[in-house]
């Protein structure tokens, strides 16, 4: 069965810090793979997306990794702000015909003041 | 470029009553999902239309649900005979040939 794995499921960090949060999955033959930032009650932002071929990518403070031979992504989120206190998602993609999307629990971020 | 909107943003109904939503895509993007999310899980994947043709539909998807994107613009997804549970939140998704997926605010359904 092809699973997403998010650890920790909860984080609480101070204002400033550097933070890595964790995706793993079962099935290391993945097509993509999409993080996600989603505020409470609200629809997914895409934060960033990653192909099969490339082993990161990079948005302003967000940095994204992909090993697929060991099924795992990171997020690395650089100092922190009060501002990307939410849930993140990780969803792979496993091709075929729909590239339908196999989500994560999600990881919820608190960043304090 | 607007992004993914759908209607209605909430929507409280009775057990047993018929309800209705409606995506309307990313404009060009020519694939289309629908997932639903419960409280405190990722969001599951429900079924996928490229342009109008209804390619794959997930085994969640039980004989009370059905969806339709008929000319290849907006989709609708409706249920009917409303159970409690089928409260949750549904997403919509549009995506072109980049393969990222853009949602949509979702639909949350209250089944009482």
């Known amino acids: 069965k092809q699973e997403v ?8 960090v101070p204002e400033g810090e550097n933070l890595v949060l964790n995706c793993s999955f ?11 930032r989603q ?21 302003g403070r967000l ?18 702000q009060p501002g990307d206190s939410a849930t993140y998602l990780c969803a792979v993609v496993y091709g075929g015909a729909t590239n339908k999307l196999i989500f994560g629990t999600g990881t919820l971020l608190a960043v304090q003041p | 470029d607007t992004g ?32 639903r ?19 794959e539909k997930s085994r969640l998807l039980s004989d009370r649900f059905s969806a339709e994107r008929p000319k290849g613009s907006f989709s609708t997804l409706e249920i ?6 089928d409260s949750a939140m549904y997403l919509c998704a549009s995506s072109s040939l980049s393969d990222e997926q853009f949602f949509g605010p979702g639909t949350r359904l209250t089944v009482l």
Not at chain 1, 26 to 36: C, H, K, P, R, V
Not at chain 1, 44 to 56: A, H
Not at chain 2, 7 to 34: A, M
């Open chain 1, 5 to 12: 794995t998010q650890i920790p499921a909860a984080l609480s």
């Open chain 1, 26 to 36: 079962t099935d290391s033959a993945i097509y993509n793979l999409q993080w996600f």
């Open chain 1, 39 to 59: 505020d409470p009650g609200k629809g997914l932002t895409s934060l960033l997306l990653i192909q099969s071929s490339q082993r990161e990518q990079t948005s």
């Open chain 1, 63 to 80: 940095n994204a990794s992909l090993d697929k031979s060991s099924g795992r992504s990171t997020l690395y989120i650089a100092a922190s």
């Open chain 2, 4 to 35: 993914v909107s759908q209607d209605p943003r909430h929507k409280i109904t009775k057990r047993g009553q018929n309800v209705t939503f409606r995506c309307d895509p990313i404009s060009e993007h020519n694939r289309l999902y629908w997932y």
């Open chain 2, 37 to 55: 999310q419960t409280l405190g899980q990722g969001p599951e994947f429900l079924t996928y239309f490229q342009n109008e043709a209804q390619l």
């Open chain 2, 80 to 85: 009917q005979r409303t159970e409690q549970g």
